[in-house]
C-alpha cells in the first residue's frame, strides 16, 4: 500500500473547486428537470375548469343545437326563468322533430350520458329529469310559438323559451290542479311585469 501523500494547499484549493463545480453541475442538472416534462399549452386548466361547470342540461341543450334540432323550454322551467315564482321537479323541452322520431333526441341524450327513463324522458347524469315533448296541448305548432318565444339565458346557454301567456293557455287546457295553480302564478306574474311597464 503507497504511502498517504499529505495534502497541499493547493491540492486542498483544487478539491474545493472541483466540489463547488460539480454542486453546480448536480443543481443544473436538478433544474432541467421540470423544463423537459410536457408544459400544458395555452389555457388548457381553464378549458378544463370551464367544461366541469357545464351542467349536463348545457350540455345536452348544446349538443341538440349541434344537430341542428330546434328546441324550445316550455312549461313551468320556462315560466321560472321568466320570472314566476315557483318549482318544478323537471325541464320539458318542445322537440321540433316529428314525434316518431323521438329517438334522435333519446340518441343524443345517450351519448350525453343520460338513462332513458320512459320513451320521451331521461334522467341526465346529476339525476336532472328532461321530458322530451313533441305536442302541446292548447297550442299551434312549434313553429308559430317559437316566432312569440324570448330568448333567455338558461344553464349558459341562450335558449328559446315559450311565452308566458302561451304556457298560460296550454296550462288552462290541460287543466290539472297543480296546473290552476301555475296559471295563477303566472296571472300574477303577467300583471305585474304589466304594472312595472306603466
Known sequence: MPPKRKTSKSDAKRLAKAVSKDKAHSRIRRARKNPVRPKPVGHAGRTLAN???????????????????????????????????????????????????????????????????????????????????????????????IRKAGKISFHGLKVAALSLASIRKSKLAIGRPKDLTHVQQIEDTLKFKKAEKS
Open 51 to 145: 367544461e366541469r361547470d357545464v351542467s349536463p342540461l348545457a350540455r345536452l341543450m348544446g349538443a341538440l343545437q349541434a344537430e341542428k334540432i330546434r328546441f324550445q323550454l316550455i312549461g313551468m322551467s320556462a315560466a321560472i326563468v321568466q320570472g314566476v315564482p315557483g318549482s318544478t321537479i323537471d325541464v320539458d323541452l318542445w322537440i321540433d322533430l316529428p314525434e316518431r322520431q323521438y329517438i334522435r333526441a333519446l340518441n343524443i341524450a345517450k351519448a350525453q350520458g343520460a338513462e332513458t327513463v320512459r320513451n320521451t324522458v331521461v334522467e341526465l347524469s346529476d339525476q336532472t329529469l328532461v321530458n322530451f315533448v313533441y305536442k302541446v296541448t292548447g297550442l299551434g305548432s312549434f313553429a308559430s310559438e
